[in-house]
């Protein structure tokens, strides 16, 4: 069985400052990994994920997330967030054993001026 | 392209009643997932359709849900009788992979958010 842990539930951040959200996963098997965001009154949207290759992996709106195999976390970071950053963010695992989708409790980023 | 439909955004019951969601995938993808998500949790799947055939419904709580997808296209979620616990967001999902073990974008609706009285 799989886990995901996204340590902080809640983010507040000024305005042009940098975030970075943590996620830790536990699997006995190869993981595929994802960061979606969900904006208020809207559907999850993917932001980025890691299936093979380099570990760091650029995403849409200025995101980017670092694979690091040996301490199992796939954190997200943004150098410069903007008010419309305001949302909620999800990480998620691919097992490579079931190909199911499983989400960790989320972060809530709330940008401030 | 049109993104994945989901209606009602909204709906309220009351315990013991029926409630029925419906979900109109993007077109031309052949897979589409139906998740709960309670509260303060992520997303829970509850049923995985390829075309029109069930891959997985392992967490589907059977006594109580049901959801088809008769044509392959658009998909419904039932529950009857609804209990307090079910309040929650559905979501639904599509992705375009055919093929079970598949790591597609999977493109989420806007949900459905349920509340039981």
């Known amino acids: 069985a799989q886990s995901v842990t996204q340590l902080d539930s809640q983010v507040p951040v000024f305005e042009e400052a940098p975030v970075e959200l943590r996620c830790n996963y536990s699997?006995?098997?190869?993981?595929?990994l994802f960061w979606y965001v969900q904006y208020p009154n809207q559907g999850l949207q993917l932001l980025l994920k890691?299936?093979?290759?380099?570990?760091l992996v650029k995403g849409i709106n200025g995101f980017e997330a670092e694979f690091n195999k040996s301490q199992t976390s796939f954190h997200l970071r943004k150098p410069s967030v903007h008010i419309s950053d305001t949302a909620e963010y999800f990480c998620?695992?691919?097992?490579?054993?079931?190909?199911?989708?499983?989400f960790g409790a989320g972060t809530t980023v709330t940008v401030r001026a | 392209e049109a993104g994945v439909a989901q209606s009602p955004r909204y709906k309220i019951i009351e315990k013991r009643q029926s409630v029925a969601f419906w979900c109109n995938p993007i077109?031309?993808?052949?897979?589409l997932y139906w998740y709960q998500q309670i509260l303060g949790q992520g997303p829970k799947l509850l049923i995985q359709?390829?075309?029109?055939?069930?891959?997985?419904d392992s967490q589907l709580p059977k006594d109580r849900f049901s959801a088809e997808r008769l044509k392959g296209v658009d998909s419904t979620l039932k529950i009857q009788p609804a209990k307090l616990e079910d309040s929650a967001v559905y979501l639904c999902?599509?992705?375009?992979?055919?093929?079970?073990?598949?790591?597609?974008?999977?493109?989420f609706g806007p949900g459905t958010r349920l509340t039981v009285l």
């Open positions: 998620a695992v691919i097992p490579s054993n079931d190909y199911k989708l499983s």
């Open positions: 077109s031309g993808h052949a897979t």
């Open positions: 999902a599509s992705s375009h992979g055919g093929a079970s073990g598949s790591t597609d974008t999977q493109y």
């Open positions: 359709f390829q075309n029109n055939g069930v891959v997985d």
């Open positions: 890691y299936l093979s290759g380099s570990t």
């Open positions: 699997s006995s098997v190869s993981v595929y």
